[in-house]
């Protein structure tokens, strides 16, 4: 039965509010014996009481006068507190803050649903407990990041829900919104391989870095993979981190590809599943045959930062151009002509061309766009092991290149196969 049927609801109320106000009262005492600067303000009793004080003022009238007159006698009380604490140069109001708080958790357990109250005060315990850590990722963060932050809320939550369904072009299937939310979905990707590289995992092996960085850009990656075997004579490792970053970038390109238009996953993931597993295993094999480790400093990836807002204006603008092009080409000539655009495409930046194909709804069959997606994600893994070669020289790379050459090779196979 349930606990509001088998006690009287204020019954519920009073030990909602009992038990969460002593527990933030017990959370408040430990913080006060952690950090005495600020002064004393009342103990675990002392927040207790206040909880059930303020459930007994807010029932007592029905129009809550007296809670408002209350909660009025206890604001001045904080602010006599917060005066004497000012004298001595301390300036937190961390425990005016959770008094008052304590305060309202009467009424919020007669008036909102438990789970959200116990939430609440949840948050409020972890925001005390976790100071010391909270005040360490204020100093980690970079000034420019809460400003970026806020940009990407901007693209998804306000310039996103704005923009029309209406063509951008006379005879072009993709709307304002189809572009934007291209540009959202890789941005939003790109952004969170950027703030693990940049906060979670600063102190990263080779491998690892290669991981975050496919999941950001396997071209990025490479190319920065391939500068650092030519700087270091070879650095051992390096073939297998190209290797791991390009499967990395059939996984992303799985997770974009589910966000637009789920029904292209199924077909798309058992050559990219196969091609997922041929590289992780030999990056495995590679590593047990050097018997080494990624350990040690990794480079870091120099892309821009995924974003300024001039990297998403081009990225938008890159994927309206693909789609153009590619409704032309599938007019004219067909799936064949489509094939051959892909592969051209490969060579260059292959995210908003797939974006635009994958929600462009053109006029084939969805098989052909399979095979598109296919063959593009193939010669752009030509370009990274010329890229590869190009930048390192051929110092230790050999392999890595020749992984992502047959990675192409597959890549047409499958598509000529499927055809």
């Not at 005879?171 to 919104?177: A, D, E, P, W």
Request: aromatic residues 10%; hydrophobic residues 55%; glycine residues 8%.
């Amino acid at each position: 039965m349930p606990l509001h049927l088998a006690f009287p609801p204020l019954l519920v109320d009073f030990g909602l509010t009992f038990v969460l106000s002593f527990l933030l009262g017990l959370q408040v005492n430990v913080y006060q014996k952690v950090n005495p600067k600020p002064g004393k303000f009342g103990s675990t009793r002392t927040y207790t009481l206040i909880g059930l004080l303020g459930l007994a003022a807010f029932q007592v009238d029905p129009s809550h006068l007296v809670y408002v007159v209350a909660l009025a006698l206890l604001g001045s009380l904080l602010a006599l507190f917060y005066w004497r604490i000012t004298d001595r140069g301390e300036f937190s109001l961390l425990l005016c803050l959770m008094a008052a708080a304590t305060f309202f958790i009467g009424p919020l357990a007669v008036t909102v649903p438990p789970w959200l109250l116990v939430l609440v005060v949840v948050v409020l315990i972890l925001m005390m407990g976790e100071k010391p850590r909270i005040h360490q990722m204020a100093r980690l963060v970079h000034e420019r990041e809460l400003s970026t932050l806020a940009t990407f809320l901007a693209l998804a939550g306000v310039v996103l829900p704005l923009l029309p369904n209406a063509p951008i072009l006379p005879g072009l299937t993709v709307s304002y919104h189809q572009a934007w939310l291209a540009v959202v979905v890789i941005s939003g990707i790109s952004y969170a391989s950027y703030l693990a590289q940049s906060y979670v995992f600063k102190e990263k092996g080779l491998l690892l870095a290669a991981l975050l960085g496919g999941l950001y850009s396997s071209t990025a990656t490479t190319v920065v993979l391939a500068r650092r075997a030519r700087q270091q004579g070879g650095a051992r490792g390096v073939s297998a981190g190209i290797v791991l970053a390009t499967a990395m970038m059939y996984v992303r390109l799985l997770a974009i590809v589910g966000i637009l238009d789920a029904g292209l996953v199924l077909p798309l993931l058992a050559p990219f599943s196969a091609f997922v597993v041929l590289s992780v295993a030999l990056v495995l094999l590679r590593y047990r045959i050097a018997h080494t480790e990624s350990g040690g400093s990794a480079p870091d990836p120099s892309v821009a930062h995924p974003l300024e807002l001039a990297t998403a204006s081009v990225f938008a603008g890159l994927f309206v151009l693909f789609a153009g092009i590619t409704h032309y080409v599938i007019a004219e000539f067909g799936a064949r002509g489509l094939h051959v655009l892909s592969f051209l495409v490969g060579m260059t930046d292959i995210d908003p061309f797939i974006l635009s194909l994958v929600s462009g709804k053109f006029h084939v069959a969805q098989a052909e766009i399979v095979k598109a997606v296919v063959i593009a994600s193939g010669s752009n893994n030509l370009l990274k092991a010329i890229y590869a070669l190009a930048f390192s020289r051929g110092r230790g790379v050999a392999l890595g290149a020749a992984w992502l050459t047959l990675l192409c090779a597959a890549s047409l196979l499958y598509a000529w196969l499927a055809s």
